[in-house]
């Protein structure tokens, strides 16, 4: 068939270029690029299972059960055509079933098909809520240079982690080589999301005819949720509650209503959350509303603010730093630098005058942000050369690796970051909650945008990097005024945004 030499002759070209042989497309009703989810909104006793075939399938079942020989569960699922928005018109057939209830603290066994064919088995195992549970979590993996992904699945099998948690751009890209490469990466890592479910959010890279293969490949979230979407939801898993957005609605001018779709769920959905039953709030998405890389300045400047911020839109502004400080989320976890930074607990730019200890965030008032996006991908790293950073900026790295968050127990969450998969180090940090959640505040105004204050880290950036006159680094930064009044340097320098030499070597 056309689709299965072409997949043969890209496995055979990234070969050549990857130096490790890429998992062929098995052709056919076989199915292949299995992967398990979280089921949004149905709590912890329930998984999806999703594959794929190069052929049509008359049914999408799934048969599961205690061992390998006792498979006498059945699920029966949905199956559809996916086409390739290419000029081939590159078709796959996906399949989705839903597994459950499950039994906690329980290994189960499966294997899919249409009940004539079928996989191999499979096996998983459910936790409970007093469990200890760990999710590695990470952006920014493509199917060349997935630098981390074996030892992912090494860890995987030695079941060191419960869960995956994949913050945006797949494959590098899903819909390259007319498809293709979407199906290699989804092989690539099924030996990894078969054992362990994954959560998912859309990242720059998913945007190729309107994000359909994210839309579709992972349809088994928006089956669920009560967002009817799989660019926003929510799930609980033990005393945390974890809620995925969508990043990319603020750069795409004909998302705006999406975005305003998105926020209004947002503000609803964290409002209707019992914090004294999940007192740790998890959000998710692809950009980052804190970052220092320099090496491509709007991600970290006025990117960045944009998703803070908001922009004007039908008379208001629709900006996420208010809403994660006014429903007191815990943890930011966000990708699209090709690096590593971890923040103090931080909100407006100012950090939680509370908190002291690095490696101790104790009741923080703000959330802590975390840039966890180099994975690997055939756009290497983000370097540092000149580094800037302001004063909520606490660790940075320039080295492939993932993170591992560990729910260790109602009042403590560890996070560990892997530098260059472990070999170099790690960063980590407990976030202890043993005190009850201020509730919301339910006052907050958002302001306009040239009330909310000159952002100070970004004038510094900007001015840093010569690409603008410093009138137009104030127009873009808020920073008319201090502009006008000849008081750049003193806001800078009272800003204390650093500067230093900090060129890292490739890993």
Known sequence: RPSTMLLSLLTIALCLTNAAALPTAKGGVQPEQIHLGIVPDKGSGYRTVSWATQDATTAAVCQYGPSESDLHFSATGKFFPFVDGGSL?????????????????????????????????????????????TMAVYGDMGAVNARSLPKLEQESGANDFDMVLHVGDFAYNF???QGALGDLFMNEIEPLVSHSPMAVCLGNHESAYNFSHYNN???????????????????????????????EVYYNSYLDENMVWQYNWLEQHLASV????????????????????????????????RLRDGFLYQGKYYGLDDLLFKYRATLVFVAHEHSYERTWPVYNMTVDPTQKDPAVMHNAQYPVHIVTGAAGCPEDLDYYDELHHA????????????????????????WMQYFDEGRNGTDEVWIVQDKPVPSPQLHIQTPAVNERGCDSYCLAVCLWSGKAAEAACG???????????????????????????GKVNHH
């Open 475 to 501: 127009d873009r930064c808020r920073c008319q005024a201090e502009v006008s009044a000849g008081r750049t340097a003193a806001v800078v320098r009272d800003a204390n945004v650093r500067v230093r030499w």
């Open 89 to 133: 018109k590159h078709t796959i057939h996906l399949s989705t079933a839903l597994l459950g209830p499950l039994n906690t603290s329980t290994v189960y066994y499966y294997r899919v098909g249409d009940g004539k064919t079928w996989s191999k088995v499979y096996h998983f195992h459910t936790w409970d809520k007093e469990e200890h549970i």
């Open 175 to 177: 819909d390259s080589e």
């Open 217 to 247: 490949r992972f349809s088994a979230f928006s089956d669920f949720a009560d967002s009817k979407t799989n660019w926003f939801y929510g799930f609980n898993i033990g005393p945390v509650h974890f809620v995925a957005f969508s990043s």
């Open 391 to 414: 004063k909520w900026s606490l660790v940075r790295s320039a080295s492939y690796g993932y993170g591992k968050l560990s729910i260790v127990n109602n009042t403590h969450l560890h």
């Open 274 to 305: 019992d914090r004294t039953k999940y007192p740790f709030l998890v959000v998710f998405g692809h950009r980052p509303l804190y970052c220092s890389n320099t090496d491509d300045l709007p991600d970290c400047s006025t990117d960045a603010q």
